[in-house]
Nanobody
Framework: QVQLVESGGGLVQPGGSLRLSCEASGRIFAVRTRGWYRQAPGKQREVVAEIQSGGSFEYADSVKGRFTISGDSGKNGVYLHMNSLKPEDTAVYYC??????????WGQGTQVTVSS
């Protein structure tokens, strides 16, 4: 069973930066999308950023200009560079890799806390 392993979360002050990493423990074939989602306490999980099958990038309006998503097809990895972090970015962040067969692989979640 392939697993997605996340790292890079933590506590950061407002205005700071973090880099989240997510890499698969094995090969994932026919990848369609790679992305990051987040869920804050009491809120629904929402998409943060996604790399589409055609190579286009999509970002939530709230993170445009601050976050950058990137991928590594060789490692089946997906990464999220977060700059100018705000307290409202505090959430558990999850990576997801979706395939053309309709299978979604999720990471275990990593906590990001933005606080002074």
């Amino acid at each position: 069973q392939v697993q997605l392993v996340e790292s890079g979360g933590g506590l950061v002050q407002p205005g700071g930066s973090l880099r989240l990493s997510c890499e698969a423990s094995g090969r994932i074939f026919a990848v369609r999308t790679r992305g990051w989602y987040r869920q804050a306490p009491g809120k629904q999980r929402e998409v943060v950023a996604e790399i589409q099958s055609g190579g286009s990038f999509e970002y939530a309006d709230s993170v445009k200009g601050r976050f950058t998503i990137s991928g590594d097809s060789g490692k089946n990895g997906v990464y999220l560079h977060m700059n100018s972090l705000k307290p409202e970015d505090t959430a558990v962040y999850y990576c997801k890799i979706g395939t053309w067969q309709g299978i979604d692989y999720w990471g275990q979640g990593t906590q990001v806390t933005v606080s002074s």
